[in-house]
């Protein structure tokens, strides 16, 4: 009752992403099918196409598979009948709802829905899942491989859980994820915004503090104080620092994420021009700041100074060994530039320039977050367009060369004495009375200057 034949998984997502079940009938079912509840929706000569809504479990059992699906997992079950032997008697089997099967991780998903908000108990429904819960971990892993990590979910619908209630702490208390509305839209919502990037946020949401593998990153770095508080500097590879690295988002997430939040979603538009950028041999030399959160004491940093370091200073030389866990370091600035290596090529093999604090507090994350965001001042686009003639002149692109050259001719406008635009034209961090972009935007759509691509002029330009 699993697949990952993209064929079956395709019609399966289109089946289960809309709310009603829909069917081809002939016209004299049609009053029959209608008496029953069934919905028209069209007909033609022979044939009438109806719908009904989806109880609402079925509804939910479908939005998460396809949340699963759209997070990128191309093995999951494709109905509702799988079945799990969990003990030795025949009669030890659980149907589970949702299995999604990752590189890395499986994920088993019990969902709970209802119409209408109400307060509910799972006290029993909790007892079961504990009850199969290690027999279905080994089945799974008999077929799947040892090496994979396994995450129970127990979602929920429309149901309100009061804080600190039981079924919360049954929960956390056998390691199951506690799934509510709150957590479905945030994912939905890290899916539009992240795209084919989203699953490290997602294992940082569902393995928080948990170890990925034995191993230890360890790596050289310099130690000192700034505003009171130790830093460390390092340079690290992109694609260690996704998988470790957690964005605090100011939006609804469970109650299982403690941490205040402050950052905003990415934007998909910027995420996809950064990583293209990246892979045409561009690189941001500003460095990403972070914070290792220290919370958990099986996964603290170690810094080991080296021997023979010059005291002429207070900064330390040594070596930092980082824990290899999930959502251990918070990144408070530059998570566009560290997910844009996300699709990369260079993600394993380039090193980016880190800031890494070390139990830093919420309110002192939050408040370098402000620094940042409301005195580092963009670069005008009236700079961006002056600097086009320096950046571009010698570029290999012929648009780019253009760009340049665009750029001069509006300069010597506004620069030459004999012009009549001398000095009327705000160049840079010059001033004038009229702006620069419309005289790059005019010469752009004119004729004046051909038009080209990156390799080849446009021939009737």
């Not at 990144?331 to 260079?346: M, T």
């Not at 394993?348 to 604090?357: E, G």
């Not at 600097?387 to 030459?416: M, T």
Request: net charge positive; glycine share 6%.
């Amino acid at each position: 009752h699993m697949t990952d034949d993209p064929s079956v998984l395709t019609k399966k997502f289109k089946a289960k992403k809309t709310p009603y079940f829909t069917k081809s009938i002939s016209l004299n079912e049609l009053e029959d099918y209608i008496s029953e509840g069934w919905e028209e929706v069209s007909t033609s000569t022979y044939k009438a196409k109806v719908q009904k809504l989806k109880p609402a479990g079925v509804r939910f059992e479908d939005d998460i598979w396809c949340m699963f699906y759209n997070l990128g997992f191309r093995n999951l079950n494709y109905d509702e009948k799988l079945e799990i032997p969990y003990g030795d008697t025949p009669g030890d089997k659980h149907q589970l709802d949702v299995v999604a099967v990752g590189d890395e991780a499986i994920f088993v998903v019990e969902c709970k829905a209802t119409e209408n908000m109400r307060v509910a108990s799972f006290k029993k429904d909790i007892a079961e899942m504990c009850l199969y819960k290690d027999g279905v971990m080994k089945a799974l892993r008999q077929i799947y491989g040892q090496d994979k990590k396994i995450k129970f979910i127990f979602a929920t619908r429309n149901y309100i859980f009061p804080e600190g209630s039981e079924d919360e702490i049954r929960l956390a208390d056998n390691k199951i994820f506690q799934f509510t509305d709150n957590t479905y839209d945030y994912v939905n919502s890290l899916i539009k915004s992240y795209r084919s990037t989203v699953v490290y946020q997602f294992y940082g949401l569902m393995f928080q503090h948990e170890k990925i593998n034995n191993d230890k990153i360890r790596v050289p770095a310099l130690k000192g104080t700034m505003g009171g508080h130790s830093y460390y500097m390092l340079s690290i590879e992109p694609a260690k620092l996704l998988k470790i690295g957690f964005v605090l988002h100011r939006t609804k997430v469970n109650t299982q994420i403690t941490m205040p939040t402050y950052q905003r979603l990415l934007v998909p538009s910027r995420l996809k021009g950064i990583g293209e950028f990246i892979d045409k041999g561009g690189y941001f030399p500003n460095t990403v700041i972070i914070n290792f959160d220290n919370s958990n004491k099986k996964n603290k940093i170690l810094f080991e100074q080296a021997a023979g370091g010059s005291d002429d200073t207070k900064t330390k030389l040594g070596y930092l060994t980082i824990p290899n866990a999930y959502c251990i370091a918070y990144i408070i600035d530059g998570q566009h530039r560290v997910y844009g290596y996300a699709g990369s090529k260079y993600k394993d093999t380039n090193t980016i320039p880190v800031v890494a604090f070390d139990g830093l507090p919420s309110d002192e994350q939050l408040r370098i977050f402000m620094d940042i965001n409301e005195h580092q001042k963009a670069v005008s686009p009236s700079l961006r367009l002056d600097l086009n003639e320096d950046l571009n002149w010698d570029a290999p692109q012929l648009n780019s060369r253009l760009k340049a050259l665009r750029s001069s001719i509006i300069k010597q406008l506004s620069s030459g004495n004999n012009s009549v635009l001398a000095r009327k034209i705000a160049i840079g961090e010059d001033t004038g009375k009229l702006a620069l972009k419309p005289f790059d935007t005019a010469l752009s759509q004119s004729s004046l200057l051909p038009k080209a691509t990156a390799k080849e002029f446009t021939k009737h330009t």
